[in-house]
Every structure is written in structure tokens, then in C-alpha cells.
């Protein structure tokens, strides 16, 4: 069964950083690409970032690139999302998602003084 | 970016009957080697995304066969031929054909 387990969400001022760290089972990590997506009351869904099966190439939202860094580490099966210099409006719900087929649960990042 | 327009935006339907969403895309989805890379997604209430359609008109592992999805091009739509009481929630579309991906806007479906 494939699982991924989002933790590393929490409040956090602006200008501050985070990181997600994405837990995955139950599949060859290192045969998929891996994404990021985040959901907001607002704005619903928001792709993130993309990064390829041996974390060579990254494509980003314009608004998370030079602030966010997506990686992974394949020995680990673990992803990441390294978000610093944090805007209120990057609250929101962030899922790990398996290329375009299975989502974690997401964990909540929440940006505010 | 590619933006993509949902429609209705809400929608009420009898269990038992058939409910179907529109999804237009403002360039193609199709590439160059055939594939059309449109996807459909349902999010249950209080979970997280899950996949139903991919590319278009291919039913992801363990959906029921009464959801269908079809469409070229720019003009997308999924069917469900019976809803049921299960199928509450919103539904969103989303391509792939290049980054950023987009999503729609989201389809709330509910019963009557």
C-alpha cells in the first residue's frame, strides 16, 4: 500500500523558514517523481514544486522559486521541502503527492506574527 | 500558464442519478506523442486528493466504473453514471502538460 506521511508544518512568522519532510512507503521511491501541492480555503490547489526520480531537475510555482527548494534523498525514501523567507499567503495545507497519482495527508503551515 | 475553467461550480444530484463536470483548459492538453494529460481528482470530505482519471479518459486502480471521463484537446468532462452517497465532495481537474501545472477551481458535489 503506497503511504506518505507529511511532518515539519507549524506557525511561523514571516520571513521565517521551514521544512516538510515527506515519508514514503510501499513503492520504489526512486523510480517516481515526487510533488509538492498546497491547498488553501482560498485559492484551493496550488501546485508547488516537481522534482525527477534522481533529484537532478526542480521546477517550481514562480512565486515559491529562489525561497523554496524541493529535494529528496532516495537511500532514505524520504522528500523535502526547504521554504524560507515565508509570506502569510504561503499558509496553507501542503501534501507530498506521488508524481500525479497518491497524496499524504498534508501537513498545515501556517505563516503569521 | 494554462488556466483552467470548471464548471458548475456546485452541483445538488438524486442518488441514482447521473452528475457530470466540465473542464476547459486554455491551450491543448494534447503532446506530441498522443497522450493527453488531463486528470480528475476527488477530495472527500475532512481527506486528501484522490485520483480517479488519468489522461483524460483512463480510470485510476480501484475506481468504480461509474465514473467515465472523456474530452480532447481543450474541452474535458467527467460523468458519474449513478451517484452515490459516497461520491460527496469536490472534484477538481488538473493538467500536466507542462509546469506550472494548474487546477480548476473544484466542483462541489452534494446530494439532494
Known amino acids: 500500500e503506497v503511504q506518505l506521511v507529511e511532518s515539519g508544518g507549524g506557525l511561523v512568522q514571516p520571513g521565517g523558514s521551514l521544512r516538510l519532510s515527506c515519508a514514503a512507503s510501499?513503492?520504489?521511491?526512486?523510480?517516481?517523481?515526487m510533488t509538492w501541492v498546497r491547498q488553501t480555503p482560498g485559492k484551493g490547489l496550488e501546485w508547488v514544486a516537481d522534482?525527477?526520480?534522481?533529484?537532478?531537475?526542480?521546477y517550481y510555482v514562480e512565486s515559491a522559486k529562489g525561497r523554496f527548494t524541493i529535494s529528496r534523498d532516495n537511500a532514505k525514501n524520504t522528500l523535502f521541502l526547504q521554504m524560507n523567507s515565508l509570506r502569510d499567503e504561503d499558509t496553507a495545507v501542503y501534501h507530498c503527492?506521488?508524481?500525479?497519482?497518491?497524496w499524504g495527508q498534508g501537513t498545515l503551515v501556517t505563516v503569521s506574527s | 500558464d494554462i488556466v483552467m475553467t470548471q464548471a458548475p461550480l456546485s452541483l445538488s444530484v438524486t442518488p441514482g442519478q447521473p452528475a457530470s463536470i466540465s473542464c476547459k483548459s486554455s491551450?491543448?492538453?494534447?503532446?506530441?506523442?498522443?497522450?493527453?494529460?488531463l486528470y480528475w481528482y476527488l477530495q472527500k470530505p475532512g481527506q486528501s486528493p484522490q485520483l480517479l482519471i488519468y489522461?483524460?479518459?483512463n480510470r485510476f486502480s480501484g475506481v468504480p466504473d461509474r465514473f467515465s471521463g472523456s474530452g480532447s484537446g481543450t474541452d474535458f468532462t467527467l460523468r458519474i453514471s449513478r451517484v452515490e452517497a459516497e461520491d460527496v465532495g469536490v472534484y477538481y481537474c488538473?493538467?500536466?502538460?507542462?509546469?506550472?501545472?494548474?487546477f480548476g477551481q473544484g466542483t462541489k458535489v452534494e446530494i439532494k
Open positions: 503527492a506521488r508524481g500525479v497519482s497518491y
Open positions: 510501499g513503492f520504489t521511491f526512486s523510480n517516481y517523481w
Open positions: 488538473m493538467h500536466s502538460i507542462q509546469f506550472p501545472r494548474t
Open positions: 491551450q491543448s492538453l494534447l503532446s506530441s506523442d498522443g497522450k493527453t494529460f
Open positions: 489522461e483524460a479518459s
Open positions: 522534482i525527477n526520480r534522481d533529484g537532478s531537475n526542480t
